[in-house]
């Protein structure tokens, strides 16, 4: 049931598949092998190597973090790894109470520190040599699709059948409240996805185009504005975005 096939470009392999990935190959997502599951063909590309990676880093740091807040010395003087934490769950604490409020704030803030936490780390891998993983559209997507079903989760929860009967309200503007409902996690998704393929797809034009000598420089400091500044910034802005549109849904 299960084969593992042989890396791209080998004999047998469906020219139809090899054509689709030579497309990905120009934005950047490389194929190391595919998997035959019940008949189909799933490549496992650079996307999914990476995706591993962050999820083992961040898991450690998770673990990491844990045993120092353990260890610390709640009267002593913190230090430099236990200040980092403490800022982290401060700023995570105080963003969700601001914009979800203090009673339905404490139930999100693990998720939402989580979220912030993934698409920051997603979003600088590039500095290590990886390809962000949010320059894919099937990890935004994935990711506003969580935020979609948290949304409608909540409002049913706290809104009940005024969830479904406020789209109708007014009755001539239903059609644009439920396009507007539908085009939530499409907007969320473009919009974290192209602005992090776009600093990937540049970024790979400087390193194709430049001559060596200038490599050593100045795509460096590119690496700081595409993957750490705008990185932070996308990240913040989809986590913020997430906070906002399940707010809503407490106003009873």
């Known amino acids: 049931m299960f084969s593992v096939l042989s890396p791209r470009g080998a004999a047998g392999l469906p020219g139809a598949v090899t054509r689709s990935n030579d497309i990905g190959e120009k934005i950047g997502i490389n194929e190391f092998a595919s998997v035959e599951l019940f008949g189909h063909k799933f490549l496992i590309t650079s996307t999914h190597v990476a995706l591993l990676i962050l999820v083992i880093a961040i898991s450690v ?40 409020g203090e009673k339905h704030g404490g139930k999100f803030r693990n998720y939402i520190g989580t979220l912030l936490l993934f698409i920051f780390f997603s979003n600088i891998s590039g500095v290590f040599g990886l390809r962000p993983p ?24 706290y809104q009940k059948m005024k969830h479904i009967t406020g789209l109708f309200d007014p009755i001539p503007l239903t059609p644009i409240n439920i396009i507007g409902e539908i ?25 194709n185009l430049l001559p060596q000598f200038l490599l050593v420089l100045w795509p460096g ?6 993957d750490l500044f705008s990185g932070a910034i996308q990240a913040y802005v989809f986590t913020m975005l997430t906070m906002v549109f399940i707010s809503k849904t407490f106003e009873e």
């Open 134 to 157: 949010t320059a894919d559209y099937g990890v935004t997507f994935g990711l506003a699709m969580i935020t979609f079903f948290l949304i409608h989760y909540n409002g049913f929860k």
């Open 183 to 207: 085009s939530t996690p499409i907007s969320m998704s473009l919009r974290l996805f192209g602005n992090v393929l776009c600093g990937t797809v540049i970024m790979g034009l400087l390193y």
């Open 221 to 226: 400091a590119l690496h700081v504005y595409f």
């Open 61 to 100: 740091l998770a673990i990491l973090a844990n045993r120092i807040i353990r260890k610390s010395d709640p009267y002593g003087k913190p230090g430099i790894c236990m200040t980092i934490i403490e800022v982290i769950i401060g700023f995570t604490d105080s963003t969700t109470m601001s914009n979800m």
